[in-house]
């Protein structure tokens, strides 16, 4: 979201709006999916090298969202690039943050909610801090640093990680009978809040951006102020 106005710019990569779009509506599936299919994946890997993965595929995506530039510009192959990265994201995601709330909730035995808002509140705050960084690539003339520089961290990262308390046993998640299959009526009434959420969430975070930049001619920087300001108070 925070590269909206640039992936729209007639200039740049002069995406439509259907297209830019489409990159949220393939980053969510895969997200979904991702998340469905990762604790089969977990039992057979471990925590690690899941996250691990998660690290890799946001590597991935950024790297194919700032290599999009050596494309042509009007290139097809620009938007498969960009619509690649916005997949490899989707996956990243659904690996990342689902082992990563586990992992942070062990590390906080006795309070696991502390720990899992600790690891939203830092999440939030990296959201906070990117339409920063992709102003302070655009104020050089480059903007691609901000995924580039996403890239070595995630890499970084992906090297170093180190699972606190060691792996977490699966199997003590594995679910007991059939009875608890069912859904709760909490669980669905949540799952309901949070999908009107996602639909405010996404409007204005994928779109404030573009709206404000071409609309009310307000600049970028101030563009970008708006969207951090919504995600701080996320």
């Known amino acids: 979201p925070a590269c909206g106005n ?3 710019d007639e200039q740049t990569f002069a995406f439509s709006s259907s ?6 509506v393939v980053q969510t599936l895969l997200a979904i999916l991702s998340s469905l299919f990762s604790p089969k994946i977990n039992r ?3 925590e690690r090298q899941l996250l691990r993965a998660g690290l890799i595929s946001s590597a991935v995506a950024m790297l194919l969202l700032a290599g999009s530039i ?3 510009s009007g290139s097809s192959s620009r938007y498969i690039a960009v619509l690649s990265a916005s997949a ?3 996956v990243g995601i659904g690996f990342g943050i689902s082992v990563a709330n586990v992992l942070s909730a062990t590390a906080w035995s006795a309070k696991p909610q502390r720990g899992v808002a600790l690891l939203h509140t830092m999440l939030g705050l990296g959201l906070t801090l990117s339409p920063f960084g992709v102003s302070a690539g655009l104020a050089v003339g480059k903007w691609w640093l901000a995924p580039v520089s996403v890239v070595l961290l995630s890499i970084w990262l992906a090297i170093k990680l180190q699972v606190v308390n060691g792996e977490v046993n699966s199997d003590k998640t594995e679910v007991a009978s059939e009875d608890s299959y069912s859904i709760p009526r909490g669980v669905m009434l949540l799952g309901v809040l949070a999908y009107l959420y996602g639909v405010a969430e996404a409007t204005f975070s994928n779109w404030c951006v573009i709206y404000l930049f071409d ?3 307000i ?3 101030i563009a970008g102020l708006v969207l951090s300001g919504f995600w701080a108070a996320v």
């Open 6 to 8: 640039i992936l729209t």
């Open 19 to 24: 297209q830019y779009g489409s990159l949220f």
């Open 44 to 46: 057979s890997i471990g």
């Open 70 to 72: 050596l494309i042509p």
């Open 88 to 90: 490899f994201m989707g």
């Open 215 to 217: 609309r009310s001619e």
């Open 219 to 221: 600049g970028i920087g």
